[in-house]
Structures are given as C-alpha cells and as structure tokens.
C-alpha cells in the first residue's frame, strides 16, 4: 500500500518558517506548527522523508500535552482535523493529523535537557573527564548507566548547526536566574512523571529536551513533546549496561550514516545522502511503535 508523505507545505499568500522538521506558519496572535515526514540527523535534512513520522511527533505531543494539562500550561490549543485556517484549505488533507494550532509565546532561548541515564554526548564526556555538561558524576558508572538521580544540562538553542551545552550559571546569565530555577524545576519533573509513565508501557525515557515560552501569564511548555525526535526512548526488556540500546527513535539512522562515515562515504554535510528503503521502513516502524507502546492504541495510518 503506497502511503502519502509530506516533504513540505506550501501556502500563497502566508509566510512560512522552514526548520529541519516543521513548517511554521505565523497567523497573527497563532502559529501554526505543521510537522512533516522530514527527518534530520547530524544537523543535515536528509532526502528522505520517513512516511507518518510527522504524525507520530504530532500525536504523540497532543498526548503528553494531555497529560500534564493539570499543573503545566502549554501552547496547543488544538490538532488539526477537519477544520483549516482560512487559507489552508486546499491542504487541508495534508495537514489532518499533522498540524498544532497553537498560542503564541516568547521562546526562552535554552533548551532544557533532563539527563537520567548516560548516553549520547554525556557518555562521551563521561568517559574523558567524568562529567556531564560540567556536572561532576560518581566514578564507575558505564555506558547506558542509570544515573544516581536525573540532571538538568540546558543548552543554548541554535538556529543552524547544533545546540551547545552550557552551565547553568551560563544559561541564567542568558535567560535569567528566576526563569531557569523554575525551568529546571519543571523539566525534572516533567522528566520524572514521564519516566515513570513511559516505564510502565514497557520503554525507558532516557533524556529528553523540553522548550518553553513566555507569555502574560507565565512560562508555557511549546514546540513537541516526549517525541522520539526529541528523546531516547529505549525497550525496558532489552536495556543491557555498558553497551548500544536498541531505540524507537531515530538512532537507528545516525547509525546507518555513522556507518556511512566510518567507511569514508559521507563527512557529515549537506548534501546528506539518500537513506536504502530498508532503513526508512524500520525508521518508520520504530515511530510508530513507540506511540502506540506510550499511548497504548495504534496510530491509524
């Protein structure tokens, strides 16, 4: 069965911000996010759009948005179904599914990172000087280790290239003291519920990154959510310390093309190569996974 994917939307008439993943439409005092199949890694677009994953990350958002409705204010006001803006309606079809109308909010520039398990970038520094983004860690821990308690490592947002880690006292001067103790406050325990949530479907939440707003009313939580764009999550059965965890997320591409690298067939720039159809089915099949592991139902595709 063929499936439709979304490379890109276009609109006459509505100016449009491209970012790697998401096109994003300004409506006034409304944004709307429209999250496409496209798929980065190594800070490079790949060619390759991988078919529902715009869906996936939509979905999956809406539902943590859910979630933490009760005590966390957030900027969704609603996913878009039947109904379009006045303007969209000729991709209307495109949009279904994929499309967060939401409220508008000054983005604190820092990305807010919770760390409960050492992978990734941290165990690289980790295993040259002990430390994660400068936080020291007891001695003997391995790769994958669960952490003694989960950390909080903001990094600054990046506009092209990729975000750089920085210390707290850094990010305060960036944002502000009050600000970031209250960022911190709330991205450990968004991280925390998550966690525990996410390790009763069966996958462990091993970091995630989390982006927030100002609006009159206070800090919001924006962008996506407990995406596996936007965290690790891994099979609580198959977790092994001290090595690789198999992943719902897009891991399994960064490896395809670590591979690609090893071998002396890509450095890491555009043009990003094309990806085998076997790697964008498995991508695929690993997003849709991981919603229906975390929402318990399937994603109707």
């Given at each position: 069965?063929s499936?439709?994917?979304?490379?890109?939307?276009?609109?006459?008439?509505?100016?449009?911000?491209?970012?790697?993943?998401?096109?994003?439409?300004?409506?006034?005092?409304?944004?709307?996010v429209?999250?496409?199949?496209?798929?980065?890694?190594?800070?490079?677009?790949?060619?390759?759009?991988?078919?529902?994953?715009?869906?996936?990350?939509?979905?999956?958002?809406?539902?943590?948005?859910?979630?933490?409705?009760?005590?966390?204010?957030?900027?969704?006001?609603?996913?878009?179904?039947?109904?379009?803006?006045?303007?969209?309606?000729?991709?209307?079809?495109?949009?279904?599914?994929?499309?967060m109308?939401?409220?508008?909010?000054?983005v604190?520039?820092?990305?807010?990172?919770?760390?409960?398990?050492?992978?990734?970038?941290?165990?690289?520094?980790?295993?040259?000087?002990?430390?994660?983004?400068?936080?020291?860690?007891?001695?003997?821990?391995?790769?994958?280790?669960?952490?003694?308690?989960?950390?909080?490592?903001?990094?600054?947002?990046?506009?092209?290239?990729?975000?750089?880690?920085?210390?707290?006292?850094?990010?305060?001067?960036?944002?502000?003291?009050?600000?970031?103790?209250?960022?911190?406050d709330?991205?450990?325990?968004?991280y925390?519920?998550?966690?525990?949530?996410?390790?009763?479907?069966?996958?462990i939440?091993?970091?995630?990154?989390?982006?927030?707003?100002?609006?009159d009313?206070?800090?919001?939580?924006?962008?996506?959510?407990?995406?596996?764009?936007?965290?690790?999550?891994?099979?609580?059965?198959?977790?092994?310390?001290?090595?690789?965890?198999?992943?719902?997320?897009?891991?399994?591409v960064?490896?395809?093309?670590?591979?690609?690298?090893?071998?002396?067939?890509?450095?890491?720039?555009?043009?990003?190569?094309?990806?085998?159809?076997?790697?964008?089915?498995?991508?695929?099949?690993?997003?849709?996974?991981?919603y229906?592991?975390?929402?318990?139902?399937?994603?109707?595709?």
């Open positions: 069965m499936v439709d994917v979304v490379r890109r939307t276009e609109v006459d008439g509505i100016g449009v911000r491209r970012g790697k993943v998401r096109d994003i439409y300004d409506l006034g005092d409304r944004l709307l429209v999250a496409t199949d496209r798929i980065s890694a190594f800070d490079c677009v790949l060619p390759d759009p991988i078919p529902h994953k715009g869906r996936v990350l939509t979905e999956l958002s809406k539902f943590w948005f859910d979630r933490f409705a009760g005590w966390c204010p957030h900027h969704l006001i609603s996913v878009i179904d039947e109904h379009v803006p006045a303007g969209f309606e000729h991709i209307c079809k495109q949009l279904r599914g994929r499309a109308l939401c409220r508008k909010a000054e604190v520039p820092i990305e807010c990172v919770a760390r409960g398990y050492l992978a990734g970038s941290g165990w690289k520094e980790y295993h040259a000087h002990r430390t994660v983004c400068g936080i020291e860690l007891p001695a003997g821990l391995k790769h994958c280790s669960r952490l003694p308690t989960p950390i909080f490592t903001p990094a600054t947002k990046a506009e092209t290239g990729h975000d750089e880690n920085v210390s707290f006292d850094r990010a305060c001067e960036l944002a502000g003291k009050d600000v970031m103790a209250e960022l911190r709330k991205t450990l325990a968004l925390s519920q998550a966690a525990e949530y996410a390790l009763s479907q069966g996958i939440l091993a970091d995630t990154k989390f982006e927030f707003g100002r609006t009313q206070g800090l919001i939580l924006i962008d996506e959510v407990l995406t596996p764009d936007s965290s690790r999550f891994w099979p609580a059965d198959r977790y092994q310390v001290g090595r690789d965890q198999e992943s719902f997320d897009k891991q399994f960064r490896n395809y093309l670590q591979g690609l690298c090893d071998e002396g067939k890509w450095d890491k720039t555009d043009p990003a190569p094309s990806l085998p159809q076997d790697v964008i089915e498995a991508t695929s099949k690993r997003y849709l996974e991981a229906e592991r975390i929402t318990g139902k399937p994603l109707t595709v």
